[in-house]
């Protein structure tokens, strides 16, 4: 099976493609921006004729994109996110390849949940930030293509190389530093937040078997299992072996939001001085929640079971053990 993997040097492409070469009946293709790619192509400019040219060439069986942006503005969402994803598919509409598309999506397009609720696929998506919109978009864009086509709403992914950006990635960085510079308590705000963290390696996975199934449309993949961050954090102080205090703190938020600020943020010991990239770490995000999912996200994950064969193997502690092992590198 010919395979064409649109951006394997992410975060979650690089754990597909590392699923994908295990596979001895797959025939691997990277295409992406940047030099390690095995073919260049900036979907977010390049035109769907050029594309469309190469996949007549390569012929793939099967297009998956694992490409897009999470952080910048509306525009820049909206480019790498909607307008890449527009170039595919017309790319593959006027091939005669007759390639399968996998897209993966992201939780942030059904936005807030009703705590204690798991959101199912038929949910009406409200997202409630740019970057879910810039996603939603792409979904529909993919749903009317009239092409074989199934898109993965990923709920949050962790594991091993966590962007340091997001909230579990910024929880193991904040306690390396504590551990390192010998704070015997950490203040930390968001803790209340529930998400749905699934392992980067079970994404892979769910990838690699959507990419052989027949199911289209849209497909949950997450554990079924919302997990407070507050838990999250004791699970990794354990993991890493910090005996120190973790300190919940208040942060106003922006636009008349009162109460936690659901962003993650760390400024250390009370007794050190904050750095100025903690400080702007703890300071209010543009919404009330940055991800623009509220307090509350579980998926339903009964579709990923019964049409994909798929099911979760690792646990929340495995995953973040994995995220504190890379951290503790740079002790």
């Not at 293709?29 to 390690?36: E, H, K, M, N, V």
């Not at 306690?175 to 937040?193: K, Y």
């Not at 994909?308 to 504190?324: F, K, T, V, Y």
Request: charged share 20%; hydrophobic share 40%; with cysteine.
């Amino acid at each position: 099976m010919r395979v064409l993997l649109i951006g394997a040097n992410g975060y979650l492409g690089r754990y597909v493609a590392d699923r994908l070469l295990a596979d001895p009946a797959v025939q691997l293709t990277a295409l992406g921006r940047g030099d390690d790619a095995d073919v260049r192509f900036d979907l977010a400019t390049g035109s769907p004729g050029a594309l469309t040219r190469f996949l007549d060439a390569v012929h793939p069986g099967v297009v998956i994109n694992c490409a897009g942006a999470t952080r910048g503005g509306a525009r820049e969402l909206t480019r790498h996110n909607t307008v890449a994803v527009a170039t595919i598919c017309e790319s593959l509409r006027r091939s005669g390849c007759g390639a399968r598309l996998v897209q993966l999506g992201c939780a942030a397009e059904y936005g807030p949940s009703q705590p204690g609720s798991s959101t199912a696929e038929d949910a009406v998506p409200r997202p409630g930030g740019p970057y879910g919109v810039s996603k939603l978009a792409a979904t529909e864009l993919v749903l009317g293509s009239g092409l074989d086509a199934v898109v993965l709403r990923v709920f949050s992914p962790v594991g091993p190389g966590t962007p340091a950006g997001s909230p579990l990635g910024r929880l193991a960085e904040a306690m390396r530093r504590a551990m390192q510079s010998g704070d015997g308590e950490l203040r930390l705000s968001g803790l209340g937040v529930q998400r749905d963290f699934v392992d980067v390696r079970d994404v892979a996975r769910a990838v690699h078997a959507a990419s052989l199934s027949a199911a289209q449309g849209v497909v949950n993949i997450g554990t079924g299992r919302a997990v407070r961050l507050r838990e999250a954090a004791a699970v990794l102080a354990r993991v890493a072996g910090y005996g120190g205090a973790l300190h919940e703190l208040d942060v106003p938020q922006q636009h008349g939001h009162p109460g936690r600020q659901a962003g993650l943020a760390a400024i250390g010991s009370p007794r050190s001085e904050a750095t100025a990239e903690q400080l702007a770490a703890a300071a209010p995000q543009p919404y009330p929640y940055p991800d623009g999912c509220g307090a509350w996200q579980q998926a339903d994950v009964r579709t990923a079971r019964d049409r994909l064969g798929w099911r979760p193997r690792i646990n929340l502690e495995e995953s973040l053990a994995d995220i504190w092992m890379e951290a503790a590198c740079r002790i």
